[in-house]
């Protein structure tokens, strides 16, 4: 006999397959087994009952597609900013760092 209230091992979401149209429908539906973007061992009794445990799943997912959409900037930043201290820490000056760069 099958038992809809056993334990899920795994939930797997893969962010490739998530469109704004199945984001909507995950708000909607208790039944979130049936979303193609989430992978569990038991997908058929896969259930979430509450609003709030899919608005968590929702933002999750939002937060992650919003920083996989600035990674390049973040990436030239990070790079911009290391490169920036190293060059203080090794000339110790702002003024001395300008002044090196007009000289050549």
Request: hydrophobic share 45%.
């Amino acid at each position: 006999m099958d038992d809809p209230y056993r334990e899920i091992d795994y939930i797997l979401f893969d962010q490739e397959k998530v469109g704004v149209w199945e984001l909507c429908l995950l708000l909607l539906d208790t039944h979130i087994g049936d979303r193609e973007f989430i992978n569990s061992n038991d997908d058929h009794n896969l259930y979430c009952e509450t609003f709030r445990h899919r608005l968590w799943i929702f933002s999750s997912i939002v937060v992650i597609k919003f920083l996989k959409l600035i990674s390049t900037t973040l990436e030239f930043f990070g790079n911009f900013l290391e490169s920036s201290w190293n060059l203080w820490t090794q000339y110790g000056s702002f003024y001395l760092i300008v002044l090196n760069m007009l000289r050549g």
